[in-house]
């Protein structure tokens, strides 16, 4: 058996660059194909790890089973002593704020207050009499001495008017005489000059002057003072005690007598009102103890029923306890791990025990509890420290009515940070 045998004849430059280039380019566009088609099956394997996160986050979101429905407690309390009518709601029933809760009955009604009050302004009004009885007298005893006193006063002014006339007659008497002799002084003096009188005789004259000088100084003050007494006296007023006439000094003291009898007159006046009002207010007391109505101070449910239909109770007895439904909240205890995104205003998914509806509900409070005694203030957060939080919820008011106190509830809380966590995780995973 033959073999022919291959030849290889050598291509020239040209070709050789057109098949490489040929190559080249098939190659490139394999890559190409083979990247795409990868490319699509990772985005498509993203959506799907997705999906599948975001249900496995909020299967597993956080929830509190150590929550509960709270409120406050107002109670129905009766003012009056008296039997309980059977206008009596009972517990659970809704009462509206200024709903008749109870109607009250007093069949005893005790009167000795108003009695008590009754004498008391008897005695008082004695007690007036008198004062204003003696206060009459007084005022006839004042009025008798003030006419004696003005009959006093006139005759003292004309007494001392006619003083004022002699003072001031003497004065200028006094005073004509010391212009004389001080006349005869300078006559003196100048024949003294000429030798024609002693020198004893120059010191006599000069004497005499000075004599009536202070003589009429004297004088001056005397008319002053009479002056001064009479228009004191014009004033009722005296400069020397011992001239007060008897009937200004019992004047004086009557003045004060009638100044204290007015006070206590005025005191047992007031004191005569404010026990009138008292017994105005007692004598309506009565009457409105006779019958009386409860009324609901709030709108709420009825928490707890005290007392029972013709009980008798006494007056601030606690009849019924309501639960305003603007207290209503929830408490829910969460660790602080499961509240890194919830803040004041986060929502909540609320599922009440027993029911499939759920409810939204409204963060109000994140305070330190420690299964439920409050602290007097919450810690520092730290993530090394996991304690137990009280996470307090709003509802809304048509909410409300689907609860009631003591209510099991559980609490969902949705974490944003714990999704994030997760799609990067699975992003992670994906490329």
Not at 53 to 70: C, D, K, N, Q
């Amino acid at each position: 058996m033959s073999s022919t045998p291959l030849s290889v004849q050598p291509l020239s430059r040209a070709a050789s660059a057109e098949a490489a280039k040929t190559t080249s380019t098939s190659e490139a566009v394999h890559r190409a194909v083979v990247h795409v088609g990868h490319g699509r099956a990772a985005v498509g394997l993203v959506l799907v790890l997705l999906a599948l996160g975001t249900m496995v986050f909020f299967w597993i979101r956080p929830s509190s089973s150590l929550a509960t429905v709270a409120g406050s407690v107002s109670a129905a309390t009766t003012h009056i002593a008296g039997t309980v009518g059977a206008e009596l709601p009972d517990v659970g029933d809704v009462v509206d704020a200024g709903q008749v809760v109870a109607r009250m009955h007093n069949p005893r009604l005790d009167e000795s207050r108003l009695l008590g009050l009754l004498e008391n302004r008897a005695v008082l009004e004695a007690k007036l009499h008198a004062i204003q009885a003696d206060l009459a007298n007084g005022t006839r005893e004042r009025t008798r001495l003030r006419a004696t006193l003005d009959e006093h006063l006139t005759r003292s002014r004309e007494e001392l008017e006619q003083r004022v006339v002699e003072e001031q007659a003497r004065l200028a008497s006094l005073a004509a005489s010391e212009r004389l002799r001080e006349t005869d002084l300078a006559v003196a003096e100048t024949l003294y000059t000429h030798g024609l009188i002693a020198r004893l005789d120059l010191a006599r004259k000069r004497e005499e002057v000075n004599a009536g000088i202070e003589a009429v100084k004297a004088q001056a003050s005397a008319v002053a003072r009479v002056n001064l007494a009479r228009e004191a006296l014009a004033r009722e007023l005296f400069l020397d005690a011992a001239q007060t006439p008897h009937q200004q000094l019992r004047l004086d003291d009557l003045a004060v007598r009638l100044t204290s009898l007015e006070t206590a007159a005025r005191e047992l006046e007031a004191q005569i009102a404010a026990a009138d009002r008292a017994i105005a207010s007692e004598r309506a007391q009565v009457s409105r103890l006779q019958d009386a109505v409860v009324l609901g101070s709030v709108t709420g449910r009825v928490w707890k029923r005290l007392v029972s239909p013709g009980q008798y109770v006494a007056a601030g007895t606690e009849l019924v306890q309501i639960i305003p439904d603007s207290s209503l909240a929830i408490e829910a205890y969460f660790h602080q791990r499961h509240l890194p995104d919830v803040t004041i205003g986060s929502l909540a998914v609320v599922l009440p025990t027993g029911s499939r509806t759920r409810l939204t509900a409204t963060v109000r409070m994140i305070t330190a509890d420690v299964l439920g005694r409050a602290q007097l203030a919450a810690p520092q957060w730290t993530p090394e420290r996991d304690s137990v939080m009280r996470v307090v919820l709003a509802v809304s008011d048509t909410d409300k009515r689907r609860l009631w106190v003591g209510q099991r509830v559980t609490v969902s809380l949705p974490s944003q940070s714990r999704l994030a966590h997760a799609t990067a995780t699975l992003l992670s995973y994906a490329w």
